[in-house]
C-alpha cells in the first residue's frame, strides 16, 4: 500500500506538470488526482514514464494501421478476422447500416473545420471561406453560435461538412475543456428528426477527459445501479444542463 502511495504521488506530480496549460483551477487538480490513480494502479510495479506511455502509444497506432493495410491488400478483405457480417435480407439490419451512413456526416460535422480541413486539404479553405464571416461590415450575428471564434470558422465546418442550409443548425457550441465537448443540435428533414452530435476526442483537453476514467455510479427510478466512465458522465451531464436551457424547445 505504501508503494501505491508513492507510485500516485509520482504519477500525480507528472501529470501536474505535464498538463498545467490545460488548466490548474480545482476542477482540473481533482482530474489529474484521479489519473494519477488509474496510472498508479496500472503500473505500479513498473518504472515508466510519460514519454514511455506516449512510445506505446505510437507503436499501438502503427500496428493498427499495418492491419489495416492488411486488410485492404487481403484477397479476402471480408473475412471475419477483419469485418463484421451483416445480414441486408433482414429489414432491421439493413435500416441499421442505412442509418449509421446517414447519421455519420452530422457526426464528422461536430469535428467542424479541422477535420474538414483534413479531408479536403487542397481546397477546403475555399469552401470554408463561403460561410466564415471575416468582413466586419457584413458580419451575421449568430445567437445560435457559442464558443467559435470571431469568423465563425467553426460553424462554417459544421456547414461544410454536413452540407446542411445554416438555419437547420438550431444550436452549435465549440466550447472545449475538461468535461466540456462541442457538441450541435441540428434538424435532419430528410429523417424528420432532430440530432444532437457531440464531439468525441480531439484536443488535449479531450484526453484528460478520456483519462479520467473510474467510475461512477448512477441510480435512475426502477432501474439497477450501475456505472459508466466518469469523464463521460460529466459531460454529458454539461451537455444535458446546456440543451435544458431553452434550445430543445426553439
Excluded at 35 to 59: K, P, T
Amino acid at each position: 500500500h505504501r508503494r501505491w502511495q508513492l507510485t500516485h504521488s509520482v504519477w500525480e506530480k507528472r501529470f501536474r506538470v505535464a498538463c498545467c496549460f490545460a488548466g490548474s483551477d480545482e476542477k482540473h487538480q481533482i482530474a489529474y488526482k484521479e489519473v494519477a490513480e488509474i496510472f498508479a494502479y496500472l503500473f505500479c510495479d513498473s518504472s515508466l514514464v510519460l514519454s514511455d506511455i506516449a512510445a506505446g502509444l505510437v507503436l499501438v497506432q502503427q500496428e493498427h494501421l499495418e492491419r489495416e493495410h492488411a486488410m485492404l491488400n487481403s484477397e479476402n478483405p471480408l473475412h471475419p478476422e477483419y469485418s463484421v457480417s451483416l445480414n441486408f435480407n433482414d429489414p432491421l439490419e439493413r435500416k441499421l447500416f442505412q442509418d449509421a451512413v446517414h447519421f455519420l456526416r452530422f457526426a464528422l460535422g461536430s469535428y467542424s473545420w479541422p477535420i474538414y480541413m483534413y479531408m479536403n486539404p487542397c481546397f477546403g479553405c475555399c469552401k470554408l471561406y463561403s460561410h466564415v464571416s471575416l468582413c466586419p461590415c457584413k458580419k451575421i450575428a449568430r445567437n445560435n453560435v457559442s464558443g467559435d471564434n470571431s469568423c465563425y470558422c467553426g460553424f462554417a465546418g459544421a456547414v461544410s461538412i454536413t452540407e446542411l442550409n445554416s438555419a437547420d443548425i438550431v444550436y452549435a457550441s465549440f466550447e472545449n475543456d475538461l468535461y466540456r465537448a462541442p457538441f450541435m443540435v441540428v434538424l435532419d428533414h430528410e429523417e424528420e428528426s432532430v440530432v444532437i452530435a457531440v464531439r468525441g476526442t480531439l484536443s488535449f483537453q479531450d484526453i484528460i477527459t478520456d483519462l479520467t476514467a473510474s467510475t461512477h455510479q448512477i441510480e435512475l427510478p426502477n432501474s439497477p445501479t450501475f456505472h459508466v466512465h466518469k469523464g463521460m458522465y460529466h459531460t454529458a451531464v454539461w451537455v444535458k444542463e446546456k440543451l435544458d436551457d431553452g434550445i430543445l424547445e426553439e
